[in-house]
């Protein structure tokens, strides 16, 4: 039988370990041009590009409400694609939001976080905002989501 030493290692491993750890972290994702943030969204806003079925997905404008979570706060959302775009989602490493396809090439959501649990707060998460044509061809934009 297979038996596990239980040697502790010292302290200054353990701190240069760690170290090494937070600094395989990449970059910090940044917002992209097509990715307005604001309370509220834009007037100003473009009509879904005509496309065939099996044209690559594509996203022209995406709003979000914040990019900083708080437990107890709506998310809201709206994108705006060309119209082969079938759906779209709003994934992290801790949820995922299928948008309603509320028109040719418009989608939108609307969720309340309720509790975030402990581990995953103050934390800075790659949010990816996935388009998907019928084929299953993807476009994804990456930007930075905060929970607090």
């Not at 996935?130 to 994804?140: F, L, Q, S, V």
Request: hydrophobic share 45%; with cysteine.
């Amino acid at each position: 039988m297979f038996r596990l030493a239980t040697k502790h290692l010292p302290w200054p491993v353990v701190v240069a370990c760690c170290i090494a750890l937070v600094g395989c972290g990449g970059s910090p994702v940044a917002v992209p041009s097509n990715v307005v943030v604001a309370a509220h969204q834009p007037r100003e806003w473009p009509s879904a590009v005509v496309r065939t079925p099996n044209a690559p997905p594509h996203m022209l404008r995406v709003w979000l409400s914040t990019l900083t979570l708080h437990p107890g706060m709506w998310l809201d959302g709206s994108v705006v694609a060309d119209t082969n775009v079938a759906s779209v989602e709003i994934r992290t490493a801790a949820f995922s939001i299928n948008c309603e396809h509320v028109g040719p090439g418009l989608f939108r959501f609307h969720t309340l976080f309720l509790e975030l649990p402990p581990l995953s707060r103050r934390h800075t998460y790659q949010l990816d905002i996935i388009a998907r044509n019928t084929p299953g061809d993807e476009e994804i934009e990456h930007a930075p989501l905060r929970i607090e």
